[in-house]
């Protein structure tokens, strides 16, 4: 099975990269469009900034590559993000693949005493997806944002911080999760393994 990472102005490529090694996947890092379209599975990976993000995606034409794939797409925290509608940060007209927006968690919350970003651990419940078999309602997983999707149609699992949110998206063959599978122990090797598998 040949995998491959999109490799953009983003973060967290090798974290990855090292969790499906220990998978025993030999994943490709790659902005290379035909290394990219020809692979069987892609992981969308991202910590960063949308509009920074958003503008390399574009310079390398690699917008267009992603949303006309038709195998299985995994986009993790920012590339989940960039693959909505619109984000907050930075003004940021997105990819469009998923019909919500994203949103600072404070935004039009009246009060709020929380810390921004979200970091650490907090459960996923709602759960609706193949990515979630053998994961069991509130299990824990681990994140790192500032921004969240609104939860829509789309959404295959929720988390609760400030307000309830999309912690997983699916649209045919697209599929997004906020938190960082390679970073959430066994429930995140199982979500990686389940894409895998898909």
């Given amino acids: 099975m040949k995998v491959v990472i999109i490799k953009y102005n983003a973060g967290n490529v090798a974290s990855v990269q090292f ?8 994943a490709i ?3 290379d469009a035909s290394v990219i379209m020809s692979a069987d599975k892609v992981i969308f990976p991202g910590v960063g900034e949308a509009s920074s993000a958003m503008r390399a995606l574009t310079h390398a034409g690699l917008h267009q590559v992603i949303t006309g794939l038709e195998q299985p797409v995994l986009g993790v925290c920012l590339g989940m993000q960039l693959l909505c509608d619109y984000s907050e940060e930075g003004n940021t007209k997105a990819l469009g693949v998923f019909a919500t927006t994203v949103r600072r968690f404070d935004s039009g919350v009246r009060v709020f005493e929380g810390k921004i970003p979200h970091v ?3 459960d996923i419940s709602h ?8 994961v069991s309602d509130n299990a824990f997983v681990y994140y ?18 400030v307000r309830p949110f999309s912690a997983g998206l699916e649209k045919n063959n697209f599929y997004g999760v906020q938190f960082h599978p390679e970073k959430s122990g066994v429930v ?9 598998d898909l």
């Fill in 19 to 26: 969790a499906l090694n220990r998978l025993g996947v030999d």
């Fill in 29 to 31: 890092v790659s902005d």
């Fill in 120 to 122: 650490g651990w907090n």
């Fill in 127 to 134: 759960l609706k997806s193949k990515l979630y078999t053998g």
């Fill in 144 to 161: 790192v944002h500032g921004f969240c999707a609104d939860v829509c149609e789309q959404t295959n699992s929720i988390t609760t911080y």
């Fill in 188 to 196: 995140g090797e199982t979500i990686i393994r389940n894409f895998l």
